[in-house]
């Protein structure tokens, strides 16, 4: 199975920083990787798909990039509703699965 | 309006068996991947099982051999079936769909996710 590696696990910043996490594959997937927003007690929410296109309705403060094993999500000026948890998703292969996540905390 | 209701969940004891069901509106289960997602109380995401348009079928290393995912077109209904359940099963488990598509930009990720239903495994 392919295993996705998200790091970091927890990140601090402040309204207004430039936010980037990683997300690397074991793995060539292509650009066959989705990012998602989860905020407590709710369901995921779709930011990203196919590594680089923003999802409709998703501010464009959201980006991804990246393509074979190496990802990015970056977040250009921390807004207050986006201290969150972030997840990658790989769906390249048969087994669709998720990174471990990076919670995003008010510093 | 799509949307993806669950059910089926709550307390069951170790080594025994439940099925969760999670109803369709809005779009035919028939006709996009559907999923089944769980998240054990404080921990990340973990993708389970999913069942394609074609019904090939697919689950995680986790689960395989105690989990059947099925789903009964004439009723908008996606099943997961789990047994010898265990502790570790403990967790929300969500539905979760992707959108129909043609193209160079399929398969989708989840655009549709449910509310989550609670499965606790406890003695």
């Known amino acids: 199975d392919i295993q996705v590696t998200q790091s970091p696990s927890t990140l601090s910043a402040s309204v207004g920083d430039r936010v980037t996490i990683t997300c690397r594959a074991s793995?060539?997937?292509?650009?066959?990787l989705a990012w998602y927003q989860q905020k407590p007690g709710k369901a995921p929410t779709l930011l990203i798909y196919?590594?680089?296109n923003l999802e409709s309705g998703v501010p464009s403060r959201f980006s991804g990039s990246g393509s074979g094993t190496e990802f990015t999500l970056t977040i250009s000026s921390l807004q207050p509703d986006d201290f969150a948890t972030y997840y990658c998703?790989?769906?390249?292969?048969?087994?669709?699965?998720f990174g471990q996540g990076t919670k995003v905390e008010i510093k | 309006e799509v949307q993806l209701v669950e059910s089926g969940g709550g307390v069951i004891q170790p080594g025994g068996s439940l099925r969760l069901s999670c109803a369709a509106s809005?779009?035919?289960?028939?006709?996009?991947?559907m999923s089944w997602v769980r998240q054990a109380p404080g921990k990340g995401l973990e993708w389970v099982s999913i069942?394609?348009?074609?019904?090939?079928?697919y689950y995680a290393d986790s689960v395989k051999g105690r989990v059947t995912i099925s789903r009964d077109n004439s009723k908008n209904t996606l099943y997961l079936q789990v047994n010898s359940l265990r502790v570790e099963d403990t967790a929300v488990y969500y539905c979760?769909?992707?959108?129909?598509?043609?193209?160079?930009?399929?398969?989708?990720?989840?655009?549709?996710w449910g509310q989550g239903t609670l499965v606790t495994v406890s003695s």
């Open positions: 998703q790989q769906y390249n292969s048969y087994s669709w699965t």
């Open positions: 793995q060539s997937i292509g650009s066959w």
């Open positions: 069942i394609y348009s074609g019904d090939r079928t």
């Open positions: 809005g779009f035919p289960v028939s006709s996009n991947f």
């Open positions: 196919k590594a680089s």
């Open positions: 979760a769909s992707t959108r129909y598509c043609s193209g160079p930009d399929c398969p989708r990720p989840f655009d549709y």
